[in-house]
């Protein structure tokens, strides 16, 4: 075994890709499983069939490769395939929870540790979250032949589980018995750990353009390494749970989801919970009957009558209350629901729910904000949605479909660009409020840019226009410094193309950065954080002071502006 994992751990030193550290990892866990097969009582009855990488950083799908016994090359997620990928979100809660490998007997529906002394009966344990229990799960399982399953944990430095290795194989002789897992489980887990740190840190195989459409124009790197996995997710009827920052797009990602999935001629509804109350949530998603409450003066279907036959998007989960939570539960576990007032039974959802989310929702449900029986049915299908300073190469892209989409709005025949200044502005800039804010600047700029457009069939955004845009979001320092100091050196510049400032003007800035510290500091306090401690002891301080003012003084003339704003701390020190 030694000289195996020897072997191994040379391979993946030499591996450039995760795709390359996938495959030895699954080559080599087969290989095991499959020597265990050949000397079991199963020999010849038993098929090893395919190993499966899951890579979930975060609790968040990134990578999903598999590889079929005997085959040379693993294969990305691809959406025909998705089925023959996707796993049990009850095994992988069970991997995250005891942090060592389960066996799952299929027929049975039995999930076992194999820690020992850490039994779980079937189920028991399925009933906790039950995902796997879920007939989705259990068809995924059966359809491709699949009777017996053992998930191994991937385990980063310092043992926090970031994904799984899940191996199938076909034996209906040991349902109901012990299969071959347990027997090598100590050599499978020193692979795993071996294997783990590679697969976790190893980028992905650069991929092929990707084909951008209007439900998303717009793909960057990082995102392109997430569509093969979306594209298996939108295919599946189970809930897919959208995670990430406030405007990065996730309702237009799932939008995309639905126009790639079986019900795309249904129809796409959106609940967004923060504009609705709380004491409105259950009827916004189920409907109400006439008098069913006070202003109830007519009959209203909800959002998941209005789903029907296509997908529901619901954002902002955490904002559900706890007991429009136990209706949404039901919902998703029995697929039935019952309008406010309706008296008559239950309705039938004929529905695909994804569900979006800017929330830690495990820590909501360890701070009883949110049930954890729901948590487990919403994050079947989990995927981050990364923020756009994530996504820094995407910046330009989108800035061009913006302000394109903002012109042809008003102007059909037109055009509209920005300048390599201008997106070289916008890429430097921190997005804390992600695309909705990116929009904002953009729509913006556009319109000072068609301030003074001349009626010309072109509209150029300069950089002049953005940086105007961007000193409107509010004062410097809620910006990062160095954002705040490029819209500074630009708004520079703009003044020196119109009035020809000389560079040492530019000293201001110290002028303006010490008179600004001793107002707000206090001289003392100011002096030593800026560093200047020195000047205190040797009594300079108040020179330097009015040097630097002076110079803030001599900018102020150059733009023909009267006055000193920091004539009064010169004045307290005579």
């Given at each position: 075994m030694h000289e195996s994992l020897s072997g191994l751990v040379t391979a993946l030193r030499e591996a450039k890709h995760f795709e390359e550290a996938a495959a030895l990892a699954l080559r080599r866990t087969m290989d095991v499983a499959q020597e265990a097969v050949t000397s079991s009582r199963y020999a010849g009855r038993a098929r090893l069939l395919r190993?499966?990488?899951?890579?979930?950083?975060?609790?968040?799908?990134?990578?999903?490769?598999?590889?079929?016994?005997?085959?040379?090359?693993?294969?990305?997620?691809?959406?025909?395939?998705?089925?023959?990928?996707?796993?049990?979100?009850?095994?992988?809660?069970?991997?995250?929870?005891?942090?060592?490998?389960?066996?799952?007997?299929v027929n049975l529906g039995s999930l076992e540790p194999h820690a020992e002394g850490a039994q779980v009966e079937g189920d028991a344990a399925l009933a906790e979250g039950g995902a796997f229990s879920s007939?989705?799960?259990?068809?995924?399982?059966?359809g491709r032949q699949a009777s017996h399953v053992c998930v191994l944990p991937l385990?980063?430095?310092?043992?926090?589980?970031?994904?799984?290795i899940s191996l199938e194989a076909d034996c209906p002789a040991a349902v109901g018995?012990?299969?071959?897992?347990?027997?090598?489980?100590?050599?499978?887990?020193?692979?795993t750990d071996v294997v783990a740190p590679y697969l976790l840190a190893l980028p992905a195989r650069p991929v092929d353009a990707t084909e951008v459409d209007e439900f998303l124009p717009v793909v960057g790197a990082s995102m392109a390494g997430l569509l093969p996995i979306l594209r298996v997710f939108a295919q599946q009827e189970e809930t897919l749970l959208v995670s990430g920052a406030t405007g990065a797009g996730k309702s237009r990602l799932a939008r995309w989801c639905h126009e790639r999935s079986p019900r795309r001629a249904g129809p796409f509804e959106v609940l967004d919970l923060v504009t609705v109350p709380e004491e409105l949530q259950m009827a916004e998603l189920f409907g109400w009957r006439k008098g069913a409450f006070t202003g109830a003066t007519r009959d209203a279907v909800g959002s998941v009558?209005?789903?029907?036959?296509?997908?529901?998007?619901?954002?902002?989960?955490?904002?559900?209350?706890?007991?429009?939570?136990?209706?949404?539960?039901?919902?998703?576990?029995?697929?039935?629901?019952?309008?406010?007032?309706?008296?008559?039974?239950?309705?039938?959802a004929d529905v695909r729910f994804i569900i979006g989310t800017n929330a830690d929702l495990l820590g909501a449900v360890r701070a009883g904000r949110f049930r954890e029986d729901l948590y487990y049915r919403v994050n079947v299908l989990?995927?981050?949605?990364?923020?756009?300073?994530?996504?820094?190469?995407?910046?330009?892209?989108?800035?061009?479909y913006m302000v394109d989409r903002r012109h042809r709005e008003r102007v059909p025949s037109g055009s509209a660009r920005l300048t390599p200044g201008a997106e070289l502005l916008l890429s430097g800039v921190s997005w804390p409020g992600n695309l909705r804010q990116l929009d904002n600047i953009?729509?913006?700029?556009?319109?000072?840019?068609?301030v003074g457009h001349g009626g010309s069939g072109e509209v150029v955004l300069e950089e002049q226009h953005v940086a105007q845009a961007l000193s409107y979001e509010g004062p410097p320092g809620t910006r990062p410094l160095p954002e705040a100091l490029k819209v500074a050196a630009l708004a520079f510049v703009q003044e020196a193309q119109r009035r020809s400032l000389d560079l040492d003007l530019a000293d201001a800035f110290r002028g303006f950065v010490l008179g600004t510290a001793v107002r707000q500091l206090g001289r003392d306090e100011a002096f030593r954080v800026l560093g200047r401690e020195s000047l205190l002891r040797n009594r300079n301080h108040h020179k330097a002071l009015r040097r630097e003012v002076e110079k803030v003084d001599a900018l102020l003339k150059a733009l023909g502006e009267e006055g000193s704003p920091f004539a009064e701390l010169l004045a307290s020190e005579e």
């Open positions: 190993g499966v990488v899951h890579l979930r950083p975060g609790d968040a799908y990134r990578r999903l490769v598999s590889l079929e016994h005997g085959a040379e090359q693993a294969r990305l997620a691809v959406p025909e395939e998705g089925a023959a990928l996707l796993t049990s979100a009850t095994a992988w809660r069970s991997v995250v929870r005891y942090r060592r490998a389960v066996s799952i007997d007939h989705e799960s259990r068809q995924r399982f059966l385990r980063a430095p310092g043992g926090e589980v970031e994904g799984m018995r012990e299969f071959v897992w347990r027997e090598r489980d100590e050599e499978l887990r020193l692979i009558a209005r789903a029907e036959g296509g997908t529901l998007f619901i954002d902002e989960i955490d904002k559900l209350s706890l007991k429009a939570q136990a209706g949404l539960l039901h919902l998703l576990e029995e697929r039935g629901y019952r309008p406010l007032g309706e008296t008559t039974g239950e309705k039938r989990p995927i981050r949605m990364p923020s756009l300073d994530e996504r820094r190469d995407e910046i330009p892209l989108w800035a061009r953009v729509r913006r700029a556009y319109t000072l840019a068609m």
